[in-house]
């Protein structure tokens, strides 16, 4: 079985997504500057919210999800993978965690090695094989093992700090006016369109970013447990009974899809336009490739 190795061109990825988010967000808060919006207050504050998001990250992840950790006395067996996996990754082994859940999905959450989770749905453990779900618990240690799922979850974060200033503004930014002219006032109206632009510029980097990242964490999966095509056919069944499942359901989780390891997406949900996974056909066919290299 070949050794695992950490994706160089992921790691590029990351520092050039984290780089051209802080550039954004540079702007974003001159911008805010000039106008007299009280940045230092505002900086002050999504600092403390950005603290608590990370060291709380996977809590509120499990939470969000209505998830339990679990120990290995409840679930020996699939402990038993997650322990053989951890090593043949080089890793401390992560915590865990069942979700009572309809919707079929796996995600990873944490912000590092040390201090992570893998979550599996009951739906996604009574329908695979274990040589399936052994294959879904290495690609969510890829992610780990990778520290994608920490560059995602802070950036994840910011970009909805420009959502929410632009969704709020007119019924409280008002109040944040500063010592500026009356003649300034109409620059206020130009707030809410240039938060518009720093979210829409930081969705689009982080869902290019998210959908390299799957690849990545599938090919860390085919090398760890040696046969791609168990993964390959885990994310065929996946998607196929994702179509069976109630959209209430995948509307109740669709939040977490930049974590799953198949997107749930219900008819109406914007992720159909701009996914954060790429198509599984395509990852399919990657995955078949590394099976022909292997062979």
Known sequence: MARWRRDRGLQVRMIVTVLLLALVYAAFIAVLTYLGAGPLLL???????????????DRLALSAMGARTVTEVEEPRLYETLTRLSALANMPRPQLALVDSRVPNAFATGRSPRHSVVGLTSSLVRMLT?????????????HIKNRDVMVITIASFLSTVAF??????????????????????????????VAAVVWAASYLLIRALSRYREFSADSGSAVMTGRPSHLASALAKISGLM?????KDLREVEGMNAFFIVPAISGSSIFELFSSHPPVEKRIAALERIERELA
């Open 43 to 57: 900086l002050g504050l999504v600092a403390l919210l950005l603290v608590v998001q990370y060291f709380l990250s």
């Open 130 to 142: 274990p040589e399936e779900l052994e294959a879904v618990i290495a690609h969510e240690l890829s």
């Open 164 to 193: 929410l200033i632009f969704r709020n503004w007119f019924f409280f930014g008002g109040g944040m006016q500063g010592g500026r002219g009356d003649g300034d006032r109409s620059l206020w109206f130009v707030l809410p369109l």
């Open 243 to 247: 179509e069976r499942v109630p959209t």
